[in-house]
């Protein structure tokens, strides 16, 4: 299940579950979104990005949502392996300047085994 | 292809000594960045740099210096260190604001 820990929202998954991570983002004149992965002791890694004319895009094994209405992202995550454990951010772009990229605090996946 | 290098790895200084922190990217990329990264916070922007020459504050700039001499290197310096900049810091580039960016592995430095 979710959980809201001291530091970071933690997911736990059964290793062949589907995953969704949720990302509530801030400004709504935010025109383009990426989500990263970072694994312990890494820098984060590009996973998917979506531009704000579009709703749904998917990648290998991962799709990305986006609800510009209650300016929400999803990233999904199909037959969660455990190699998907990580900390997964989400970042939208708002404006012309890159000091507009904005992260977020990142949700941190548990795939059991 | 290397992508971003960051150096050093792990780093150790004691409050009011500088240091610089090195990075860089051999994919001919016009943005850089630094970030620190702290526990339970997303990634915050210190500085940045859209080409050779220019650079720009982010969010928390206080206490760091940057330049950009060349389109490959983006130094990050801390000019009097103090326990509040203990972080883990990622250079990052890309070849537009609207694209993905590339990370380098971090530095993790602790100031006592």
């Known amino acids: 299940g979710e959980s809201v820990g001291l530091h970071l929202p933690t997911l736990s998954v059964q290793e062949g579950d589907n995953s969704i991570i949720n990302c509530a983002y801030s400004?709504?004149?935010?025109?383009?979104f990426i989500w990263y992965k970072q694994e312990s002791g890494k820098g984060p890694q590009f996973i998917i990005d979506i531009r704000s004319n579009m709703d749904k895009r998917q990648g290998q094994r991962v799709t990305v949502l986006l609800n510009k209405t209650v300016k929400h992202l999803s990233l999904q995550i199909a037959a969660t392996q455990p190699g998907d454990s990580a900390v997964y951010f989400c970042a939208e772009n708002s404006g012309t300047s890159y000091d507009k990229v904005i992260f977020g605090p990142g949700t941190s996946l548990s795939v059991i085994p | 292809n290397a992508g971003v290098t960051q150096t050093p790895k792990f780093q150790v200084l004691k409050t009011g000594q500088s240091m610089t922190l090195q990075c860089a990217q051999d994919?001919?990329?016009?943005?850089m960045s630094w970030y620190r990264q702290d526990p339970g916070m997303g990634l915050r922007l210190i500085h940045y740099?859209?080409?050779?020459?220019?650079?720009d504050q982010g969010e928390v700039p206080n206490g760091y210096n940057v330049s950009r001499s060349t389109t490959e290197d983006f130094p990050l310096r801390l000019l009097s260190a103090a326990p509040s900049q203990t972080s883990v810091y990622f250079c990052?580039?890309?070849?537009?604001?609207?694209?993905?960016?590339?990370f380098g592995q971090g530095t993790r430095l602790t100031v006592v």
């Open positions: 400004n709504s004149a935010s025109d383009y």
């Open positions: 740099s859209v080409g050779a020459g220019i650079t």
């Open positions: 990052a580039s890309s070849s537009d604001r609207n694209t993905e960016a590339f």
């Open positions: 994919m001919n990329h016009e943005y």
